[in-house]
């Protein structure tokens, strides 16, 4: 499917971004991490990460902290967040970002009037 040039070129755009962004949140959560999340993640992705981690269509009034996301976002991703895993690298990161993807593409499509 990428053998023509020009699909290359942009899905290599694509992923820049995609990329950009999980190396921006997962800074922000190192440097603030109890900043919201609303900062960094849209209302349906961070609701519907609460909900799809929680099992429970209530949402909570104030988002969770940006820590707190990161790691339902690396969990995701197979992160099991043992007492000496560390903090979780970018392959589980993006793991859990395409999944969170999905969820919330059907968090939308259920929530819509």
Excluded: M
Excluded at 52 to 62: A, D, E, M, R, S
Excluded at 77 to 87: N, V
Excluded at 88 to 104: E, S
């Amino acid at each position: 499917q990428l053998k023509k040039e020009f699909r290359l070129e942009r899905f290599l755009l694509l992923a820049n971004v995609v990329a950009w962004r999980l190396l921006w949140l997962t800074y922000l959560g190192r440097i603030n991490p109890d900043l919201p999340c609303s900062v960094a993640l849209d209302p349906a992705e961070w609701q519907a990460l609460y909900c799809f981690i929680h099992k429970t269509p209530l949402v909570p009034q104030q988002p969770p902290s940006i820590h707190q996301a990161l790691s339902w976002i690396a969990q995701l991703g197979g992160f099991l967040g043992r007492k000496s895993d560390g903090s979780p690298g970018v392959k589980v990161l993006w793991r859990g970002w395409r999944r969170l993807f999905d969820i919330t593409q059907a968090w939308l499509i259920f929530n819509s009037s």
